[in-house]
């Protein structure tokens, strides 16, 4: 599932808050509750459990304040209540996908476009990432650095060093990601409107 979330730490502290007015309880139900959603999405056999259980998050957060006046009883209900519509959503998708091997292609896209295309998206990359601040560069890179096994410790390591939690650290790197995704999109938007005028 496509990830482009704007959690952000005022919306998280609110969603805590509704959790549990003692910050401490309020984020072990978090952790127990993202472990549950994590194995819901599993058990349902969608394709991103992680992903989905952010968006689950993002969803919640984005109506908490209301929720935190107008829902009555208890909150793990209404996450589940939206997990169980996103795993809906998840299998509609899934019905209408079309597998790659189903499609005919008329015929292959000229290799020229597909380098350009990959060239200006490195390009963007690498100019959108030199014009986050040093700090932010620096963790975003180190975050994706690792692979499989070695990338679960070596996150955790990061936020240890940091001295936040692991899901701090993942807020943080969305946000940072966003702004990367948006940065990028503006870029390859310059590079449509330059062929376009040359």
């Known amino acids: 599932m496509p990830r482009n979330s704007d959690f952000q730490p005022e919306r998280f502290d609110d969603l805590l808050a509704w959790l549990d007015p003692d910050r401490e309880l309020a984020s072990s139900i978090y952790l127990n509750l993202r472990q549950s959603l994590l194995r819901i999405f599993a058990w349902n056999q969608c394709a991103d459990p992680e992903g989905m ?8 957060a984005r109506q908490v304040k ?18 169980k519509n996103l795993v809906k959503e998840y ?18 896209p000229p290799q ?9 998206r490195s390009e ?4 959108c990432l030199r014009r986050l601040p040093k700090k932010k560069r620096d963790l975003v890179l180190a975050y994706y650095a690792k692979e499989k096994q070695a990338r679960i410790t070596h996150r955790a390591e990061i936020a240890r060093r940091l001295g936040i939690s692991i899901e ?5 790197i969305l946000r940072i990601r966003g702004n990367l995704e948006e940065c990028i999109e503006l870029c390859l938007d310059e590079f449509v409107i330059n062929d ?3």
């Not at 209301?66 to 997990?83: D, H, I, M, S, W």
């Not at 963007?124 to 100019?127: E, P, T, Y």
């Open 53 to 60: 259980t952010d968006e689950t998050f993002d969803r919640v």
């Open 66 to 83: 209301t929720l935190r006046t107008t829902f009555e009883g208890n909150p793990k209900l209404f996450f589940y209540g939206v997990a």
């Open 91 to 108: 299998r509609k998708k899934v019905k209408l996908h079309v597998p790659i091997e189903a499609i005919e292609l008329a015929g292959d």
């Open 112 to 120: 020229e476009l597909e380098e350009e295309t990959s060239e200006q």
């Open 124 to 127: 963007c990359l690498n100019r």
């Open 168 to 172: 701090a650290l993942r807020v943080r």
């Open 196 to 198: 376009e005028t040359d």
